[in-house]
């Protein structure tokens, strides 16, 4: 079992930055596809940004490419996303996700095991 836990949420300005965390307890995500999801007030979950065991390969929404980056550090047992240049349509609750293995469809959150609770990110204008 995976338990993941999200930090670095809050409030900015469009223009600003932001670094979220994902922390993983239970086992090391040494072997996991990691993801980020997120979702807005009225909308479907929406894939953001994944990154595979090694970090080798990243994949990113078309609306955060150039923006987000994504990380990983596997001795921590921890991933990353930093957001830069944020917008307001970028106001969510960011969620970070895993699962054992690749699967060649990273963006479709059915694939994934375990998920985190949240946090909320909102980029005023």
């Known amino acids: 079992q995976v338990h993941l836990v999200e930090s670095g949420g809050g409030l900015v300005q469009a223009g600003d930055s932001l670094r979220l965390s994902c922390a993983a307890s239970g086992r090391t995500i040494e072997s996991y596809l990691m993801a980020w999801f997120r979702q807005a007030p009225g909308r479907e979950r929406e894939f953001v940004a994944a990154i595979n065991w090694s970090a080798s390969s990243t994949y990113f929404a078309d609306s955060v490419k150039g923006r987000f980056t994504i990380s990983r550090d596997n001795a921590k047992n921890t991933m990353y996303l930093e957001m830069n240049s944020l917008k307001p349509e970028d106001t969510a609750v960011y969620t970070c996700?895993?699962?054992?293995?690749?699967?060649?469809?990273?963006?479709?959150?059915?694939?994934?095991?375990?998920w985190g609770q949240g946090t909320q990110v909102t980029v005023s204008s």
């Open positions: 996700a895993a699962r054992l293995g690749y699967n060649v469809y990273y963006s479709a959150p059915y694939v994934y095991n375990y």
